[in-house]
């Protein structure tokens, strides 16, 4: 006879949890990933009752152009951070994996060392209708990595575009990495991405790229210094590194721990995580919102027809959105 399924329990869960146990984390991430609504009010329940254990780790992004080398240098930084006493949860925030899925397999085998460390974890995002929804998701699981005794989250984001400024709203610190050779590549930087960045690395500054990468880093250095600094705590510094090698990762570990020193003096740090709290309510509001009117019985016909004659351009945008909002019962 094949013994029923046991029954999910939010309260255990979270004390396999808090224990350490990364079975009861890996189990914790799924609930939080569930579309099923009774999933979804038991992982409510799960971060309700974990929430005292969280906020206490350093939550770091990391960004950079296909190639750049992300993967080699986080798998670099965390073991070195593991071999400091630290431990490291890996998050990759990927939009394209809304369309492949996304696979554990490939994450954990562009990270080999830490992939068998056992003070490391890695996680990529879910599969999820919208990057909104990857990003949620990733916000829910660094949570629970942290009650998990995590106290080092890496952000990746493996895509590019919107990823950047997602992720950068829901760490402390965020890094791009940058190749060697700045000519034609800096000629093609976003202004938004040096904007957010709170530190630049050239990365592959080992052998014959160190030259290059010495160069690179003074014309990113003089790119960033026409930008006013978005804190007035903090001038982002650019450095040269080699994920490879194994070079300037020390140091820039050391600069990150000087922005999160220098900034929490300030009051700066913890007013950045009480705003990225309340932009994430309304984020989820939002998304709640948009589930529900398309969920809805009275507009999710309407809805249809509505897309087709707005498409059409019979019908304007404007008139469609009051007739939707009126279905479900927004009045101005």
Sequence with gaps: MTKAPTRLDPDQLATDLTAGKR????????????????????AHQLIQNVLPLTGKALRVGITGVPGVGKS??????????????????????????????????????????????RNAFIRPSPSAGTLGGVAAKTRETMLLCEAAGFDVILVETVGIG????????????????????????????????????????????????????????????????????????????????????????????DQIEVFRDRTSSSGEWQEKRSQ?????????????????????????????????SVRDGTTAVSYAVDELASLIGLQD
Excluded: C
């Excluded at 984390?25 to 939080?32: D, E, F, G, K």
């Excluded at 951070?81 to 630290?86: D, I, K």
């Excluded at 989820?284 to 016909?301: E, F, I, P, Y």
């Design 23 to 42: 079975a009861a984390l890996a189990r914790a991430i799924t609930l939080v990933e569930s579309k099923k609504s009774e999933h979804r009010h038991m």
């Design 162 to 253: 919107q990823s950047e400024t997602t992720v950068a709203d829901m760490v402390d610190f965020f890094l791009v990495l940058m190749l060697p050779g700045a000519g034609d590549e800096l000629q093609g930087i976003k202004k938004g991405v040096l904007e957010i960045a709170d530190m630049i690395a050239v990365n592959k500054a080992d052998g014959d790229g160190a030259l290059r990468a010495r160069s690179a880093a003074s014309d990113y250095r003089a790119a960033l210094h026409i930008l006013a600094p978005k804190s007035p705590n903090w001038s982002p510094p650019v450095i040269t590194v080699s994920g490879l090698a194994n070079e300037g990762l020390d140091h820039l570990w």
């Design 72 to 117: 080699t240098t986080i798998d670099t930084l965390g073991s070195n951070l593991t071999a400091a006493g630290h431990k490291v949860a890996v998050l990759a925030v990927d939009p394209s994996s809304t369309r492949t899925g996304g696979s554990i397999l490939g994450d954990k085998t562009r990270m080999a060392r830490l992939a068998v460390d």
């Design 276 to 308: 990225q709290q309340v932009a994430w309510m309304w984020d989820l509001l939002q998304q709640r919102m948009m589930d529900s009117v398309k969920s809805n019985r009275k507009t999710a016909d309407r809805l249809k027809d509505l897309e087709v």
